[in-house]
C-alpha cells in the first residue's frame, strides 16, 4: 500500500480541462483501481489515501482538489 496508492493518487491528478466526459482517462481508471485496491485491503488504506486526501483538498489547483475528492469518494465503500 504505501508504494500502490501514491502511484494511484498520481493518475487521479491526470485530468484534462476539456476532456469529454464519456471518454475514459486514466484518472477514471485511477480512481477505479484504488476502488477496488480498498475493497481488497478494506481499512488499511484509510491512513494512505486520508494523507493524500487532507494533503490536497485545500490546494489552488483545481486538479488536485478535485483529485482528494475523487480519492475520497473511492474508498467510501
Known amino acids: 500500500l504505501p508504494h500502490l496508492v501514491p502511484l494511484l493518487t498520481e ?3 491526470k ?3 476539456h476532456q469529454d466526459e ?3 482517462t486514466i484518472a477514471m ?3 477505479t483501481c484504488l476502488s477496488l485496491v ?3 485491503v478494506e481499512d488499511k488504506i ?3 489515501v486520508l494523507n493524500f486526501v487532507v494533503t490536497n483538498i485545500s490546494n489552488g ?3 488536485l482538489r478535485e483529485a482528494a475528492t475523487m ?3 473511492s474508498i467510501l465503500d
Request: aromatic residues 12%; charged residues 20%.
Open 11 to 13: 493518475t487521479l491528478t
Open 15 to 17: 485530468q484534462d480541462e
Open 22 to 24: 464519456d471518454t475514459w
Open 29 to 31: 481508471a485511477g480512481g
Open 38 to 40: 480498498a475493497q481488497t
Open 46 to 48: 484509510l491512513p494512505h
Open 61 to 63: 489547483d483545481w486538479r
Open 71 to 73: 480519492a475520497f469518494g
